[in-house]
């Protein structure tokens, strides 16, 4: 073998084995949203902590607006198939994108409030099980939510740090993408019998 090839070899050896330690050894993914200043960041650490915090998103929180009639969003049926199968799906795939990951680190400080001073009470008196139970239950748990009977309030932070071993998300990924990538049936005209 010539030593050109036995590099070649070698050099695949070497992306093989980075490859094959990214999928199985836990990577961190940690998050920050803030509604108070309107920014959003995401970063993830690979290869168990032995490669540096990487920044895959750092910016503006995005403004979510309802679609415009007549806007692409209500342009037909055009996907709505493929869109009813993973709806159909969503609940598996989510239990599957959720189980593998472990919640290391979790704050988070709200406030929140309905038009109702009713609905605002029982809206917390839904979410005070959650909150406590949640807080307890992780390690670095500091969860606070606080009910504004005043009027409809929305804002706060969270923090959190999970912790995943990516190899456990290949299977759901490959399902998300079967259902995006598959051909849409064509549509059958209905008939009278």
């Known amino acids: 073998m010539s030593a050109l ?6 050099a695949a050896g070497v992306v093989l084995a980075a490859l094959g330690a990214a999928l199985l050894l836990p990577a961190r ?3 920050r949203a803030s509604s108070r200043d309107g920014r959003v960041a995401i970063r ?3 290869m168990g ?14 403004r979510l607006r309802a679609p415009a009639p007549g806007s692409a969003v209500w ?3 055009t996907g709505q198939r493929r869109g009813r199968r993973l709806l159909r799906a969503a609940p598996e795939l989510l239990r599957a994108v959720v189980t593998p990951a472990r919640l290391e680190r979790l704050s988070l400080d709200a406030r929140i409030g309905l038009d109702d001073p009713a609905a605002t009470g029982a809206l917390f008196g839904a979410l005070t099980p959650l909150v406590y139970g949640l807080g307890h239950a992780v390690a670095g748990g500091a969860l606070r ?4 009977f005043s009027g409809p309030v929305f804002e706060g932070e969270v923090e959190c740090i999970l912790s995943v071993r990516p190899w456990r998300w290949v299977r759901p990924a490959g399902r ?5 990538a598959s051909p849409e049936p064509a549509p059958t005209a ?3 019998a």
Request: no cysteine; glycine share 10%; hydrophobic share 60%.
């Open 190 to 192: 209905w008939r009278p």
């Open 29 to 31: 993914l940690w998050l």
């Open 75 to 77: 342009a037909g049926p």
């Open 44 to 46: 993830a650490r690979l």
């Open 145 to 148: 939510v606080e009910p504004v």
């Open 49 to 62: 902590g032995l490669l540096p915090w990487v920044t895959l998103h750092e910016g503006a929180l995005p």
């Open 5 to 10: 090839a036995v590099a070649l070899v070698g």
């Open 176 to 180: 998300i993408l079967r259902i995006l």
